[in-house]
C-alpha cells in the first residue's frame, strides 16, 4: 500500500467535506481521526472510490463559485448546506455516499495496527485492559517435503468435521494427512480488522481464500463472477483458515431438537421444496451429541433451553455470567410467558483443558481469539489427532482431484512454496475424507467426477432477521462474547411456520457497523451523526432470528466456466428462496417484535440486508445430503458417495436439514457418528 508520501494528495474541498461528515467537537475530526490516514495508505482497495471523489470535489468547487469562494474557504454552515444539496440530488448522492462510507472506515474502525479516533470515542476495547493476548500453539506444518507418499487416510479440510475425522482415525492407529488450503497464520492475524474480518470485511477477508479462487453468483439479475478476495456474503464465505469456522466463530454450540430430524414427517413437502428426514434420529445422535459437548468445550446450562433434547451427560463447564441484555430480556420473556436461558458456547467460561477462560472481548464474532479461550477444531480436536503421532498437517495446499479406485485412492495436491512455481504432489490413500465445506466439498467432487445428480444440489442455509429499538439504558454495551440469552419457544410451535427458529438477543455491533446503519431518523452525517454514535448508539438493542430454510433442489453448486489458479472450474453458485422460507423469516420478525416492546424497546424497526440475498451462507450445507434413497441423496447414510467405494464426506454438506439453530455442534456430532463407523466398515 503506499503511504502519504506516495499517495497521491487529497483535494482541500474534500478534506473539508471530511471534517464536516465528522466535525470536530471535543474529539478529533474525521481528517486527523482517521480519515487521513485510511484515505492516504488504503491503496488500490480504494480504487472503487476513487472516480467518485474526483466527481465530488469538482461539484463542490463548482457551487462554491457560486459562494464567491473555494468550497474550503467557507464557514462550516455553507459548506453543511452544499453538502446537503449534493446528498439530496440525484447526480452526487452516490458520489456523496462514497465519501461518508470512506468516513465510517477511517473514523470509525480498526484495520491495519490503526485506532481511530472513533473507536475510542466510543468506548470500544478490543482487548480488555490488562489482557496479554495468548496465541495458540498451532499444528506444525509438515511442509512439501515431508509429505509422504502414502497415508491411511487424507482429510481434505481443518474445520470441525474434518478435525474430528483426524482425531478418531489417528487414534485408531490410522496414519492421517490433513491438508488444509490456508497458511499456518496466528490468532493475532485473525483478528482485531474492522475492514477485513470475516463477519465485516469491505475488503479482501483475512479468512478468504485470496486471489485465484474465483465463483460464479448466479443472481436473479444474471451472473456475477466473484474472486476470494470480493464480497464475503455474496462469495459465500466460510472461512479458509487452520479450524475453519471454528477458529472465528462465537460459539453458539447448540443440539437440533428431535423435530429437525425429520422435517418431512412433520411438515410434508410442500411444492418446489426438497424437505426430507435424516437417515438418522435425535436418539441415535445423542451419544454423539454429549461427546461433541464434551471434547469441544462447551458452556451451558439445563433447563428452558434443554428441555425438549433428552441428554446423558451435562455441560463440562457453567454458563458464563449474566450481563443487562439477558437481565432485561429475560423479565421480558417472563412477562410473555416464554421460556429462556443462557446460550450454550463453545468458549471458556472458567479455565478448561489447561486453556483460560473467555475475557469478554467485544469483537469475538468473526476474529479469532485473544486468550485461546475459544474452543474449536484448530485448539481441540487436531492437537489431539497430532499428539497420537499419527497425523501430519499440510498448510497453504490444495487438492485439486481426488481419484477413487477399488484398490485405493489418490489425492493430487498443489502446494505453495517460497518459490515462483507450486508444488504438484500424489499422495495415496485407502480412505479421502472431504469436509472442506457445503460449497468446497461439492465443487471438488464433481470437479472428480465423483458423485450422482444429487451432488450439489439442495444447497440451503438458515434464514436471518434483526428487528432494532432503542431502549431507556444501554444494555448491550462493548462486553462479550456477543449473543448471550435465547428462546426456544418458537422452534416447532404454532407461532412461527415450517419449524421457526431460535431468537436471541443482538450482538454487540462493532462502531463501523453502527455508524453505517443507524437507527431510522437518526442524523446520516455531520455533528447529529457523531453525537448519535457517541450518545444514544448504546441505547440501541435488537433482537436477532435464526430459523429453518427450506431447501430446494435448483438450489446448487455446479462447476463454472471460470478457473482458479490451478485451471481447476470454480463453483456456481444459485440460491432460490422459497415461499415458506420467507414466511419463516417473517414469523421471526413479528415474535421479534413482541420481544422487544415487552422489554421497553420503542422505534422498533426490521433491518434489510443480507439476510435474504442470494448466497451461500455461512452456515451452508446439504450439497452432498446423506440418506437411504439413491434418487434423493448424493451419500449413503455414513457420507460415502454413492456409487463411490473409498471416499467419504465428513461436514455439513451431508446436512439433509440445517435445523433451527446454528448447525456447529450438529455436524461435530455427525462428524463423530461418520469417522466412528468409517473406523469400524474400513475399506479392504
Same mark, same amino acid.
Given at each position: 500500500m503506499p503511504?502519504?508520501?506516495?499517495?497521491?494528495?487529497?483535494?482541500?474541498a474534500?478534506r473539508?467535506a471530511?471534517?464536516?461528515?465528522?466535525?470536530?467537537d471535543?474529539w478529533?475530526g474525521?481528517?486527523d481521526g482517521?480519515?487521513?490516514a485510511?484515505?492516504?495508505?488504503?491503496?488500490?482497495?480504494?480504487?472503487?472510490a476513487?472516480?467518485?471523489?474526483?466527481?465530488?470535489?469538482?461539484?463542490?468547487?463548482?457551487?462554491a463559485?457560486?459562494?464567491g469562494?473555494?468550497?474550503?474557504e467557507?464557514?462550516?454552515d455553507?459548506q453543511?448546506?452544499?453538502?446537503?444539496?449534493?446528498?439530496?440530488?440525484p447526480?452526487g448522492?452516490?458520489?456523496?455516499a462514497?465519501?461518508?462510507?470512506?468516513?465510517?472506515e477511517?473514523? %470509525?474502525?480498526s484495520?491495519d495496527?490503526?485506532?481511530?479516533?472513533g473507536?475510542d470515542?466510543?468506548?470500544?476495547?478490543a482487548?480488555?485492559?490488562?489482557v496479554t493476548p495468548?496465541?495458540p500453539?498451532?499444528v506444525p506444518?509438515?511442509?512439501v517435503h515431508?509429505?509422504r507418499?502414502a %497415508?491411511d487416510?487424507v482429510?481434505?479440510?481443518s474445520?470441525?468435521?474434518g478435525?474430528?475425522a483426524?482425531q478418531v482415525l489417528?487414534?485408531a492407529?490410522?496414519?492421517?494427512?490433513?491438508?488444509?488450503?490456508?497458511?499456518?497464520l496466528?490468532n493475532?492475524?485473525?483478528?482485531g480488522d474492522h475492514?477485513?474480518?470475516?463477519?465485516?470485511?469491505?475488503?479482501?477477508?483475512t479468512?478468504?481464500?485470496g486471489p485465484?479462487?474465483p465463483?460464479?453468483?448466479q443472481?436473479?439479475e444474471?451472473?456475477?463472477?466473484?474472486d476470494?478476495?470480493?464480497?464475503a456474503?455474496? %462469495?459465500?464465505?466460510?472461512?479458509?483458515?487452520?479450524?475453519g469456522?471454528?477458529?472465528?466463530?462465537?460459539?453458539m454450540?447448540?443440539?437440533?431438537?428431535?423435530?429437525?430430524?425429520?422435517m418431512?414427517?412433520?411438515?410434508?413437502?410442500?411444492?418446489?421444496a426438497?424437505?426430507?428426514d435424516?437417515?438418522v434420529?435425535?436418539?441415535?445422535?445423542?451419544?454423539y451429541?454429549s461427546?461433541?459437548?464434551?471434547?469441544l468445550?462447551?458452556?451451558g446450562?439445563?433447563?428452558?433451553?434443554?428441555?425438549?433434547?433428552?441428554?446423558?451427560s451435562g455441560y463440562p463447564?457453567?454458563?458464563?455470567?449474566?450481563?443487562p441484555?439477558?437481565?432485561?430480556?429475560?423479565?421480558?420473556?417472563?412477562?410473555?410467558?416464554?421460556?429462556?436461558?443462557?446460550?450454550p458456547l463453545?468458549l471458556?467460561?472458567?479455565p478448561h483443558?489447561g486453556r483460560?477462560a473467555?475475557?469478554?472481548?467485544?469483537?469475538?464474532?468473526?476474529?479469532?481469539c485473544?486468550?485461546n479461550a475459544k474452543?474449536g477444531?484448530?485448539n481441540?480436536?487436531l492437537p489431539?489427532?497430532?499428539a497420537?503421532?499419527n497425523c501430519?498437517?499440510l498448510?497453504d495446499?490444495?487438492?485439486?482431484?481426488?481419484?477413487d479406485?477399488?484398490?485405493?485412492?489418490?489425492v493430487?495436491?498443489?502446494a505453495?512454496?517460497?518459490?515462483?512455481?507450486?508444488?504438484?504432489?500424489?499422495?495415496?490413500?485407502?480412505?479421502?475424507v472431504?469436509?472442506a465445506?457445503?460449497?468446497?466439498?461439492?465443487?471438488?467432487?464433481?470437479?472428480?467426477?465423483?458423485?450422482?445428480d444429487?451432488?450439489g444440489?439442495?444447497?440451503?442455509d438458515?434464514?436471518?432477521?434483526?428487528?432494532l429499538?432503542?431502549?431507556d439504558e444501554?444494555?448491550?454495551?462493548y462486553l462479550g462474547?456477543?449473543h448471550?440469552?435465547?428462546?426456544?419457544?418458537h422452534?416447532?410451535?404454532?407461532?412461527i411456520p415450517?419449524?421457526?427458529?431460535v431468537?436471541?438477543d443482538?450482538?454487540g455491533?462493532?462502531?463501523?457497523t453502527?455508524?453505517?446503519?443507524?437507527?431510522?431518523g437518526?442524523?446520516?452525517?455531520?455533528?447529529?451523526?457523531k453525537?448519535?454514535?457517541?450518545?444514544?448508539r448504546?441505547?440501541?438493542?435488537?433482537?436477532?432470528?435464526?430459523g429453518?430454510?427450506?431447501?430446494?433442489p435448483?438450489?446448487?453448486?455446479?462447476?463454472?466456466?471460470?478457473?482458479?489458479?490451478?485451471?481447476?472450474?470454480?463453483?456456481?453458485?444459485?440460491k432460490?428462496?422459497?415461499?415458506?422460507?420467507?414466511e419463516?423469516?417473517d414469523?421471526?420478525?413479528?415474535?421479534g417484535?413482541?420481544w422487544?416492546?415487552?422489554?421497553?424497546?420503542r422505534e422498533?424497526?426490521?433491518?434489510r440486508?443480507?439476510a435474504?440475498?442470494?448466497?451461500?451462507?455461512e452456515?451452508s450445507?446439504g450439497?452432498a445430503?446423506?440418506?437411504?434413497d439413491q434418487?434423493?441423496s448424493?451419500?449413503d447414510?455414513?457420507g460415502?458417495?454413492?456409487?463411490?467405494r473409498?471416499?467419504?464426506?465428513?461436514?455439513?454438506?451431508?446436512?439433509?436439514t440445517?435445523g433451527?439453530v446454528?448447525?456447529t455442534?450438529?455436524?461435530?456430532a455427525?462428524?463423530y457418528?461418520?469417522?466412528?463407523?468409517l473406523?469400524?466398515?474400513w475399506?479392504?
Amino acid at each position: 500500500m503506499p503511504d502519504a508520501d506516495t499517495a497521491p494528495p487529497v483535494p482541500p474541498a474534500l478534506r473539508a467535506a471530511v471534517d464536516r461528515i465528522i466535525p470536530v467537537d471535543r474529539w478529533p475530526g474525521g481528517w486527523d481521526g482517521g480519515v487521513s490516514a485510511h484515505l492516504t495508505t488504503g491503496g488500490t482497495e480504494l480504487d472503487w472510490a476513487r472516480p467518485a471523489l474526483v466527481a465530488l470535489d469538482r461539484r463542490l468547487e463548482s457551487l462554491a463559485v457560486e459562494q464567491g469562494a473555494a468550497f474550503a474557504e467557507l464557514t462550516p454552515d455553507q459548506q453543511d448546506r452544499l453538502l446537503s444539496v449534493v446528498a439530496g440530488d440525484p447526480d452526487g448522492a452516490q458520489d456523496f455516499a462514497a465519501l461518508r462510507r470512506l468516513c465510517w472506515e477511517g473514523y %470509525y474502525a480498526s484495520a491495519d495496527g490503526r485506532t481511530p479516533a472513533g473507536i475510542d470515542m466510543v468506548g470500544f476495547r478490543a482487548v480488555p485492559e490488562g489482557v496479554t493476548p495468548v496465541e495458540p500453539d498451532l499444528v506444525p506444518d509438515v511442509g512439501v517435503h515431508g509429505v509422504r507418499p502414502a %497415508y491411511d487416510a487424507v482429510v481434505i479440510g481443518s474445520g470441525p468435521g474434518g478435525g474430528v475425522a483426524a482425531q478418531v482415525l489417528s487414534a485408531a492407529g490410522r496414519s492421517v494427512l490433513v491438508i488444509e488450503r490456508a497458511a499456518r497464520l496466528p490468532n493475532a492475524a485473525l483478528r482485531g480488522d474492522h475492514l477485513h474480518g470475516k463477519r465485516n470485511a469491505v475488503y479482501s477477508p483475512t479468512v478468504g481464500p485470496g486471489p485465484g479462487h474465483p465463483r460464479v453468483a448466479q443472481l436473479p439479475e444474471g451472473d456475477r463472477v466473484l474472486d476470494g478476495t470480493d464480497d464475503a456474503w455474496l %462469495y459465500g464465505l466460510n472461512a479458509d483458515t487452520m479450524g475453519g469456522g471454528t477458529r472465528i466463530w462465537q460459539g453458539m454450540a447448540w443440539r437440533f431438537l428431535p423435530e429437525d430430524f425429520r422435517m418431512a414427517s412433520e411438515y410434508g413437502n410442500p411444492e418446489g421444496a426438497s424437505l426430507v428426514d435424516w437417515p438418522v434420529s435425535y436418539d441415535e445422535m445423542e451419544p454423539y451429541y454429549s461427546r461433541a459437548e464434551q471434547e469441544l468445550g462447551v458452556a451451558g446450562e439445563e433447563g428452558a433451553l434443554t428441555s425438549r433434547t433428552p441428554r446423558s451427560s451435562g455441560y463440562p463447564m457453567p454458563p458464563f455470567g449474566t450481563e443487562p441484555a439477558r437481565e432485561l430480556l429475560g423479565r421480558a420473556a417472563d412477562s410473555l410467558g416464554w421460556g429462556w436461558g443462557p446460550i450454550p458456547l463453545g468458549l471458556n467460561s472458567v479455565p478448561h483443558e489447561g486453556r483460560p477462560a473467555c475475557v469478554r472481548c467485544p469483537q469475538c464474532v468473526g476474529h479469532a481469539c485473544p486468550v485461546n479461550a475459544k474452543n474449536g477444531s484448530h485448539n481441540t480436536f487436531l492437537p489431539r489427532a497430532a499428539a497420537t503421532g499419527n497425523c501430519d498437517v499440510l498448510y497453504d495446499a490444495e487438492v485439486v482431484e481426488v481419484r477413487d479406485g477399488a484398490g485405493g485412492a489418490e489425492v493430487t495436491v498443489m502446494a505453495a512454496t517460497s518459490s515462483a512455481e507450486p508444488v504438484e504432489l500424489v499422495v495415496r490413500a485407502d480412505v479421502v475424507v472431504v469436509a472442506a465445506g457445503a460449497v468446497e466439498t461439492a465443487r471438488l467432487l464433481l470437479a472428480s467426477g465423483i458423485g450422482n445428480d444429487e451432488m450439489g444440489r439442495h444447497l440451503h442455509d438458515h434464514r436471518f432477521v434483526t428487528m432494532l429499538s432503542m431502549v431507556d439504558e444501554p444494555v448491550k454495551r462493548y462486553l462479550g462474547p456477543g449473543h448471550s440469552v435465547a428462546t426456544l419457544d418458537h422452534v416447532h410451535a404454532t407461532t412461527i411456520p415450517w419449524g421457526g427458529g431460535v431468537l436471541v438477543d443482538l450482538m454487540g455491533l462493532l462502531p463501523l457497523t453502527s455508524a453505517a446503519n443507524p437507527m431510522p431518523g437518526a442524523p446520516l452525517w455531520g455533528a447529529g451523526h457523531k453525537r448519535w454514535m457517541r450518545d444514544d448508539r448504546p441505547r440501541m438493542f435488537g433482537v436477532f432470528g435464526m430459523g429453518q430454510e427450506i431447501p430446494m433442489p435448483t438450489s446448487r453448486v455446479t462447476l463454472a466456466g471460470v478457473t482458479d489458479r490451478w485451471g481447476r472450474p470454480g463453483a456456481a453458485l444459485r440460491k432460490n428462496v422459497h415461499r415458506t422460507s420467507v414466511e419463516v423469516e417473517d414469523g421471526m420478525a413479528v415474535m421479534g417484535e413482541q420481544w422487544l416492546l415487552a422489554a421497553g424497546g420503542r422505534e422498533i424497526h426490521r433491518q434489510r440486508g443480507t439476510a435474504t440475498a442470494s448466497a451461500a451462507g455461512e452456515h451452508s450445507c446439504g450439497t452432498a445430503r446423506m440418506g437411504v434413497d439413491q434418487e434423493r441423496s448424493a451419500t449413503d447414510p455414513f457420507g460415502r458417495p454413492w456409487g463411490a467405494r473409498r471416499v467419504v464426506v465428513c461436514d455439513s454438506s451431508l446436512h439433509p436439514t440445517n435445523g433451527s439453530v446454528n448447525p456447529t455442534l450438529t455436524i461435530i456430532a455427525n462428524a463423530y457418528r461418520v469417522a466412528e463407523h468409517l473406523v469400524a466398515d474400513w475399506p479392504r
